[in-house]
């Protein structure tokens, strides 16, 4: 089948780092994006990983290894304005047939 | 502001009842993808459409069904809703060529609520 597990919350301090992991199960991957989802608004793109290896764009890096089906995304120098859902969605394949697999997104929170 | 449009914002309407979601993508864009998220939910992927052709779909129910126009614009049709049926629903749409894969730029979202 396909699965996407992310914590639920985490809690990181202004100017820290914080790791957000994202493990996956799918058939005939295509792709990991990472969204920012801020309460009551739209997703916001953040990353996209097809090759195993860091995607670096600004205070966001996102990893990607196919063979564990393990992503992350890292944010540095945290700001109040990253508390928000981070959102880990998978495209893949079965058959012929495309799917998009969101997770359920990680909450976090951004403390002065 | 994503460049993609939805309409309307704010839909209050009675279970058994019919409504039609309406989106408009990105300039330029060919695909245009349905999402439901409900509040015990994530986001759930309902369907995709590429340059008015089906191309991709999720957990999308029975009672749904959705269309993408020759101006590309797309429409999702939800009948005989229930009261599970209330959620946000986006759209959103990617500029896809051959399969490949892009980001994808997420409308404003339609809130429909089934009393």
């Known amino acids: 089948g396909q699965n996407i597990d992310q914590p639920t919350e985490m809690t990181a301090t202004e100017g820290a780092i914080v790791q957000i992991n994202c493990t996956y199960q799918t058939s005939g991957f295509n792709g990991l994006f990472w969204y920012q989802q801020h309460a009551g608004e739209a997703p916001t793109f953040l990353s996209y990983n097809v090759l195993d290896g860091l995607e670096e764009k600004g205070r966001f890096s996102s990893f990607l290894s196919r063979s564990k089906g393990y992503s992350y995304l890292l944010l540095k120098e945290l700001q109040m304005k990253d508390s928000a859902s981070y959102l880990c969605?998978?495209?893949?394949?079965?058959?012929?047939?495309?799917?998009?697999?969101f997770g359920t997104g990680t909450r976090l929170k951004v403390l002065a | 502001d994503s460049g993609v449009t939805q309409t309307p914002k704010h839909l209050i309407t009675a279970t058994g009842q019919r409504v039609t979601l309406r989106c408009s993508p990105r300039s330029g864009d060919l695909s245009v993808y349905w999402y439901q998220q409900s509040l015990d939910q994530g986001l759930q992927f309902l369907i995709q459409y590429y340059n008015g052709e089906e191309r991709a779909k999720g957990n999308i129910l029975e009672r749904f069904s959705a269309q993408q126009f020759p101006d590309l614009h797309s429409e999702l049709n939800l009948s005989s809703l229930e009261l599970g049926d209330s959620a946000l629903y986006f759209c959103?749409?990617?500029?896809?060529?051959?399969?490949?894969?892009?980001?994808?730029?997420f409308g404003p979202g339609t809130r429909l609520t089934v009393l």
């Open positions: 959103a749409s990617s500029f896809m060529t051959s399969g490949r894969v892009s980001e994808q730029f």
């Open positions: 969605a998978v495209e893949g394949a079965t058959s012929g047939t495309y799917k998009y697999i």
